[in-house]
């Protein structure tokens, strides 16, 4: 199976905090769950941790290499661009990954990611979503310390509505 390609300065291990999620289901391909994941004013529409979603004028509403967007999460205001952006290909894993932040440069406030997604089909119609966060700043040593740990249990809620938003959509698509 494929990993995160993690850029210098997050890789796990040696930032502030970390978060691993992961889903295998039957039934669903990477090109059924990629818009949902792909097109980010969709993504309130599952996941409820997720407001406020603004993509750069000149850009969307999918998502590119290079797009600016911004978005509430976590109760923190975060700038973000993406950095990898693989659509699906037969036989290749799909990709996508942001930088974001929030606060000021320099300051206790300021919060810096990487999450990177990794969606790849299996044997027997199966689909494997991965999605990692790492994170530095004050904040982020904040987070790491909490119980439960949200960033956990926030992506795992995102992962479970992404599989479920998909599911209906499919299903949607075969009454028709």
Avoid at 128 to 156: D, F, S, W
Wanted: glycine share 8%.
């Amino acid at each position: 199976m494929s990993e995160i390609i993690w850029p210098e300065g997050y890789v796990p291990g040696f930032t502030d905090n970390y978060c691993s999620n992961e889903v295998i289901t039957a039934g669903l391909t990477a090109e059924d769950i990629w818009p949902f994941l792909n097109t980010p004013s969709y993504w309130p529409t599952y996941y409820r941790n997720c407001a406020d979603i603004c993509l750069n004028e000149s850009e969307g509403p999918e998502l590119e290499n290079g797009s600016s967007f911004s978005f509430t999460t976590f109760g923190f205001p975060v700038n973000a661009q993406v950095v990898e952006h693989v659509s699906p290909i037969l036989g290749q894993a799909v990709r996508l990954a942001w930088h974001g932040w929030s606060g000021e440069e320099g300051t206790t406030t300021r919060l810096d990611v990487h999450h990177a997604w990794l969606i790849e089909d299996l044997s027997g119609g199966r689909v494997r979503i991965l999605t990692q966060e790492t994170q530095n700043g004050v904040p982020a040593q904040e987070l790491a310390k909490a119980v439960p740990n949200p960033m956990i249990n926030g992506h795992q809620e995102w992962l479970d509505g992404l599989v479920q938003a998909a599911r209906r959509y499919r299903d949607q698509r075969l009454k028709a």
